[in-house]
């Protein structure tokens, strides 16, 4: 692993770029870096990514987004800050973790897209 700093943050971090093995990898590839940043760290990443889930939601619709998340449905492990957040000690699950579950489940979650 590689030592970095966050290009948003300023955070320290470890990246395994080049390696084809870094924590990156796991997230959903629904967006690149731009030319002008370099890394996030996974905290600053998951805002962006949740930050981007909500522009192509409201973008092209839910129906063409949950196209998008179809892929990463059997993804087996949880991503901290993408899938969940923890607030008080209370896991939350984001936007993009209950799109992934492909309907409501009718439990009222404070995230719920549907």
């Known amino acids: 692993m590689t030592a ?3 290009s948003k943050c300023n955070q320290s971090f470890g990246c395994g770029s080049g390696t084809g093995n870094c924590w990156c990898m796991s997230f959903p590839a629904i967006m690149s870096p731009t030319l002008e940043q370099d890394c996030f760290c996974p905290s600053c990443l998951g805002d962006a990514i949740n930050n981007k889930i909500e522009a192509l939601i409201d973008e092209n619709g839910m129906e063409s987004f949950q196209k998008l998340a179809e892929p990463y ?3 087996p492990k949880l991503i901290k800050n993408v899938d969940f ?27 719920c897209p549907y």
């Open 4 to 6: 970095k700093h966050c």
């Open 73 to 75: 449905r059997a993804q």
């Open 85 to 111: 957040t923890i607030e008080d000690e209370l896991y939350v699950f984001s936007k993009w973790y209950l799109i992934k579950q492909g309907s409501c489940c009718k439990n009222g979650c404070k995230n």
